[in-house]
């Protein structure tokens, strides 16, 4: 735009969220278009912006149009980030490692939309299916979710939520860290990830107790004066909308 202000299509319950915390943490100046939901759906006006009539969609002060919540982030970080706050060192410090660096990070983002979101999605799916079901095919139907989950689905999310939460153990293997990637600051990779433990968690399919460093994780993100400002000014984060 004219000026100089990126713009955020934001849909409410989505994860625009996640990308309108990022802007927070950021500290600019920006356009917030809000976006509600027709019947669980994006409404037309999301077409205007994208083919896709998607969000979160961000419009660059050049006009570029971004879809995709990582790419958005990664444009953010590498256009107002210039002090490198949100960013991994080019030589880590202090508890990172050599290891710590753009492989591991893109690594744990692709685990997310890759791995952990479509295993979330189907639990999601035969949740309501379950629900839409006519009445006298309901219990075939809860049938086959509930044999899904107990041969596959939950156990397989309980492994890869472990995963996560072992990546999250100090090097010295004493304590936590407070950042995927050991830095002071979240990185792309965590703002990445508490899309998918808010998905999980708020449907109830992962207990975060059995996941101490998830859960310190997760509550240090919301506590985060940014995270707080971004439920302010969105319309909503409520994951259960359907």
């Known amino acids: 735009m004219a000026d ?7 849909l409410q319950d989505s994860q625009a969220h996640l990308v309108l ?3 927070e943490e950021l500290g600019i100046e920006y356009h917030l278009v809000l976006h509600n939901r027709i019947a ?6 999301l077409k205007a912006v994208h083919p896709l009539g998607k969000s979160p969609t961000l419009v660059t002060p050049s006009g570029r149009v971004i879809t995709e919540r990582s790419a958005i982030t990664l444009w953010l970080l590498n256009t107002y ?3 490198g706050r949100f960013r991994i060192p080019s030589s880590p410090t202090g508890e990172g490692t050599e290891d710590d660096d753009v492989v591991r990070e893109e690594q744990l983002i692709s685990l997310g939309g890759a791995t952990l979101g479509p295993l979330l999605m189907m639990k999601l799916i035969f949740e309501l299916l379950v629900r839409r079901a006519p009445f006298f095919v309901r219990p075939l139907v809860a049938g086959v979710r509930y044999a899904l989950n107990s041969a596959f689905l939950d156990a397989e999310l309980a492994h890869v939520v472990g995963y996560l939460d072992s990546e999250l153990a100090a090097k010295d293997g004493k304590g936590s860290r407070k950042w995927f990637l ?8 965590d703002f990445s990830t508490l899309w998918y433990l808010d998905w999980a968690n708020q449907w109830g399919w992962i207990d975060m107790e059995k996941y101490p460093r998830l859960k310190e994780f997760h509550a240090r993100c919301l506590e985060r004066p ?9 319309n909503g984060y409520n994951l259960k909308f359907w």
Do not use: Q
């Open 4 to 10: 100089g202000k990126p713009t955020l299509h934001y």
């Open 182 to 189: 050991g830095t002071e600051e979240p990185t792309r990779a």
């Open 81 to 83: 980030d210039k002090a």
């Open 21 to 23: 915390w990022v802007l």
């Open 226 to 234: 940014a995270w707080k400002r971004a439920l302010e000014k969105g």
């Open 40 to 45: 669980a759906r994006s409404p037309p006006e």
